[in-house]
């Protein structure tokens, strides 16, 4: 016979829920696994509750590993974001200060070829991001591929185990 677990409310055999609790003055049948659960929540908190310094160093060394994750992701990302400005942008901004005026001595290259030379990196900055884009928008493609197969593969699935579920004799 089928038993009710108290905890998690599903069905369990016999053989599953060996295990009793007290809950208010009445014995009550609970899976194994919920009552291993309980038992060791109850006794994290009778630990706890008898060191309340150590659970308030267990707090504060989580908070520290969590902060420094978060400023090591954020220096990460930061110098990630730098360094596809740089490939993205190249020299532009550097070309375009000293072509209005940052260097006034310079003599080597014409005002028209460093104009020249700009159009050129813009030109190369628009290449680079419409091949981005073109890259995004496969991707999106791509993945609405997957996500239509996982929708079908779901189905299937769903269809193969109605069937095994209805025996045999039944088609």
Known sequence: ???????????????????????????????????????????????????????????????????????????????EENSNRDSLFGGIVESVTSALGGAEGDNDLSQADTISGLSSQLNQTRDALNQRGDKLSSLADKSDKLVSASQDFAAMAKELNRKSNQGFFSW
Do not use: W
């Not at 659960?37 to 308030?56: F, G, I, V, W």
């Open 1 to 79: 016979r089928k038993h009710r677990c108290r905890i998690s409310r599903r069905f369990v055999c016999d053989e599953c829920s060996s295990q009793r609790i007290l809950g208010g003055g009445e014995e009550h049948r609970v899976s194994d696994g919920q009552f291993l659960l309980s038992k060791y929540e109850a006794n994290k908190k009778m630990d706890t509750a008898a060191n309340p310094q150590k659970r308030l160093d267990q707090q504060q060394h989580q908070e520290q590993q969590h902060y420094s994750k978060a400023a090591a992701r954020l220096d990460r990302l930061e110098a």
